[in-house]
């Protein structure tokens, strides 16, 4: 090997340029071979980047350089070849000693770019298109990164500097050279992509957080480039045209991001944050204009839905125009072209990387196309959903599906009570008919997370619905969809209820699944019930017309009663004693006991019967594994089940007498038990031998569903609890992202000023002492992702 080496830096000593050429060739290999090449690395920085040389070893010298670290005297040496080569006759040389800048290390940049100025504007005048390239190309990566911004903010003369290169860069996007033209367009998109994701740059090292000043320099730069690309929208739409076709997808992003910029009023907000003293830029005063702005953008891209053959152009128009449906004035028929392209590219099998990005796209606009159209989609982005990957991305895909089929639920019947014709299959039932996704809720032992991640989103987005509007005026395009569903349906108190009694009956299957111990998907189901059952209060029956019920709520309470007679036999089929324990809380609570007198006192159809075995059976379960279980949970439950339903009713009071009196006496029961069935028994005797007086244990249902990992006493730490969390985590993160954003600390800074409270304080950390009855110990949990740690605080 050493061999090798001495070879190679005597070819690079040797003034022969295909010697040197060859030589940094076989040096590159090495280096790829994972070869340590930093000697090599120091005669190539001395023999050819601080040396006359030829442009192809100038850079095949810096891709050496970029592939292995240099030490800072070494870097002084390559700066003093850099500003060498600016006057080097050859334009390719120039070309080959700009590319270098990209790699120059933070500390060592300013200097440079200040002592060279000259020489870096000069390249923007130069015949060599080239040269032009290699400059825009360059300056388009640098000019972008977080280190320069932050650079700038400790050095005015450089900040003058590098506005005035963006200018150019801007002109360059009309470059008569179609390569100059290409990159100019992606560098001016990178920057708006910059501001747009707060993606934060990897390529100086480690990644700097913006502080408030650095933010306001790269917003003036945007609020500039759109301002130039507004003006020049036109031009700019002819020159992208004229490019060959496979450069035609730089073009869309920069202009896209312009003009809805522009007309959505978001370049208000840049100027604000990039604290310009004065509005030099373009003030639009005019709706119209924006308005035709627009519609010309839409003109000229949409053509390259339809005849283009490259997918990866198709999806990037189709995004962009989905971007643009959302503006003020924007249209339903450019949302529901673009969708239509993309989902065409699904069906093709291409562009299969971008499943994810495309699934996204459509979800989340869904809102913008007509009822029929979203309709008619529904069935098959189940499907598609459903192939996902990552776990994130189904979950925020299949948030968006369940908000919208609600929505379009809760507008239909909207629309029938206004005396419209119903419109076919925008009931819940009908949207999630598809027989796959029917196989798979009634399948007891599938194991796909599909299925609960549905159940639970489909849950979560009728609580979401449940809530009163949001207070937020400008929460981006979530306030189009709730603000329209708040006036388009009235909003009525219970007219979510009817849309959630409709989700309760499709998800009805998942009490019977057997999901190795995961509970999450059942306990929001069971709290929705529950829910339910106490807003139209099921105890009492089905209410009538004499006393005040309307024909809905009848209907409604009628349907309830039916759902709570068929969980009752559902009961004998439930897989796990955690699930059963759970099931009868939720239905003896609420169940309306008058009812339910039966022919004979053993009918094995009577509900109650099938409730007191089941209590029977979950006391007695004496295989208490951790997966199916958390016996000391389930026991508490259903002893407090036991105490409400021998209350309330007194054939219920004398059928779990026995069986509670069976389980005292057995050796299953701990004293903690002993001693609280004791309590019941002592509280159902008194009741029975006073009927007139219930007060104790006789409480009125109040809609609580005590399964929920925060609020439950005793938890148990098993695999299946932290899936349960991961899961719960990731619902609650879609649907909240989804229904109410959250403002971003910029919009707060922007509206409530330095002082708002967007500095959360952590909650004080408590030890807690060895208790001896755990029951008691209410409390939740965070796990920080960043570093790993679960900690515990009580409540």
């Keep these: 090997m050493d061999i090798l080496f001495a070879q190679i830096q005597a070819d690079l000593r040797s003034n022969d340029a295909l010697r040197q050429s060859g030589a940094l060739l076989s040096a590159l290999q090495q280096s790829a071979a994972g070869r340590d090449i930093s000697i090599i690395a120091k005669s190539a920085v001395e023999e050819i980047v601080a040396a006359p040389a030829s442009a192809v070893c100038k850079k095949l010298a810096f891709d050496l350089i970029r592939s292995t670290r240099l030490t800072a005297d070494l870097w002084d040496s390559v700066s003093t070849g850099i500003r060498n080569d600016f006057h080097f006759p050859d334009p390719d040389v120039v070309a080959a000693a700009v590319s270098i800048l990209a790699a120059i290390p933070s500390y060592s940049l300013a200097k440079l770019i200040t002592d060279s100025n000259a020489d870096i504007s000069a390249c923007f005048d130069s015949p060599s298109d080239n040269l032009r390239f290699s400059i825009t190309e360059t300056l388009g990566c640098v000019l972008a990164r977080d280190d320069l911004v932050t650079l700038c903010e400790n050095n005015v003369n450089l900040l003058d500097k590098v506005s005035a290169w963006w200018a150019r860069i801007g002109q360059n996007m009309l470059d008569k050279s179609d390569t100059v033209s290409k990159v100019a367009f992606e560098s001016v998109g990178r920057l708006f992509q910059e501001l747009d994701s707060k993606r934060m740059s990897r390529l100086a090292g480690d990644k700097l957080v913006d502080s408030e000043n650095s933010l306001a320099i790269r917003s003036n730069w945007v609020s500039s480039m759109v301002d130039f690309v507004w003006k020049k929208r036109s031009t700019l739409m002819a020159r992208s045209l004229i490019l060959p076709v496979e450069s035609f997808r730089a073009t869309v992003f920069p202009l896209v991001f312009a003009v ?50 490259e997918p990866a152009l198709i999806f990037d128009v189709g995004i962009n125009m989905l971007y643009l449906a959302d503006v003020p004035g924007g249209k339903p028929e450019w949302a529901s072209q673009s969708i239509i392209a993309i989902l065409t590219l699904w069906d093709r099998q291409e562009f299969a990387s971008a499943r994810e990005s495309i699934v996204r796209a459509v979800v989340t606009n869904l809102h913008l196309l007509d009822l029929h159209m979203q309709v008619s989609l529904f069935k098959r982005l189940l499907l598609m959903v459903r192939n996902l990957r990552a776990e994130s991305d189904r979950m925020h895909a299949l948030a968006c599906i369940c908000r919208t089929a609600l929505c379009v639920d809760l507008f239909a019947k909207e629309s029938v009570r206004r005396g419209q014709k119903p419109l076919a299959g925008t009931d819940i039932a009908s949207l999630f008919e598809d027989p796959s996704v029917k196989d798979d809720l009634h399948n007891v032992t599938s194991k796909s997370l599909f299925r609960e991640e549905l159940v639970a989103t489909l849950v979560e987005s009728c609580f979401q619905l449940s809530l ?88 409604n309470e009628t349907r309830l009663q039916n759902l709570q007679r068929d969980l009752v036999k559902d009961l004998r089929e439930v897989s796990t004693s955690r699930i059963c324990a759970r099931l009868l809380w939720a239905i003896s609570e609420h169940i309306n006991l008058e009812g339910l007198d039966p022919l004979l006192a053993d009918d094995p159809e009577d509900p109650l019967n099938i409730i007191a075995s089941n209590i029977h059976k979950v ?101 299946s609890a932290a899936q349960d969390r991961k899961l719960e985590g990731l619902v609650h993160k879609a649907i909240l992202e989804l229904w109410r954003p959250d403002p971003s600390e910029l919009t707060l800074l922007l509206t409530k000023g330095i002082d708002s409270a967007s500095l959360k304080v952590p909650p004080t950390a408590r030890t807690l002492t060895g208790s001896s009855d755990p029951c008691y110990i209410e409390a939740y949990h965070l796990a920080d992702a960043g570093d790993g740690r679960i900690t515990l605080h009580l409540k």
């Excluded at 069971?526 to 209907?555: E, M, N, P």
């Excluded at 997966?627 to 004398?654: E, F, I, K, M, Y």
């Excluded at 007139?692 to 609020?711: I, L, N, Q, T």
């Design 468 to 555: 009163p509007l949001p207070e937020q005026k400008n929460s981006g395009m979530e306030s189009r969809v709730i603000g329209a569903l708040a006036y388009g349906t009235g909003y009525g108190a219970l007219n979510w209820t009817e849309t959630a009694l409709e989700v309760v009956e499709v998800c009805r299957p998942c009490v019977k699944w057997d999901c190795d111990g995961r509970t999450y998907a059942v306990d929001c189901y069971l709290k929705l019930l529950v829910r339910l059952c106490h807003i139209y209060d099921t105890r009492g029956g089905v209410k009538r017309v004499k006393d005040g019920a309307s024909q809905d709520q009848i209907l």
């Design 619 to 719: 006391l007695f379960n004496a295989d208490a594994s951790t997966d199916t279980t958390n016996r000391p949970q389930d026991v508490q439950a259903t002893l407090l089940c036991a105490q409400r339903l021998g209350s309330r009713h007194a054939r219920a009071g004398q059928l779990l007498t026995k069986e509670l009196e069976e389980f005292r006496t057995s050796t299953l029961a701990d004293s903690v038990n002993k001693h609280q069935c004791r309590m019941i028994l002592q509280r159902i005797k008194y009741i029975s031998n006073r009927p007139e007086s219930r007060w104790v244990g006789a409480s009125e249902a109040r809609g609580d569903y005590p399964f929920s990992h925060h609020k439950l006493t005793v938890q148990f730490y098993d695999a």
């Design 260 to 309: 809805k910029a522009v007309a959505s009023g978001g370049l208000e907000v840049i100027r604000k944050i990039s604290k310009g003293s004065k509005v030099n830029g373009t003030v639009v005063d005019s709706n119209a204009e924006k308005l035709v702005g627009v519609s010309d953008l839409v003109t000229h891209l949409a053509p390259f839905l339809a005849s283009s053959l």
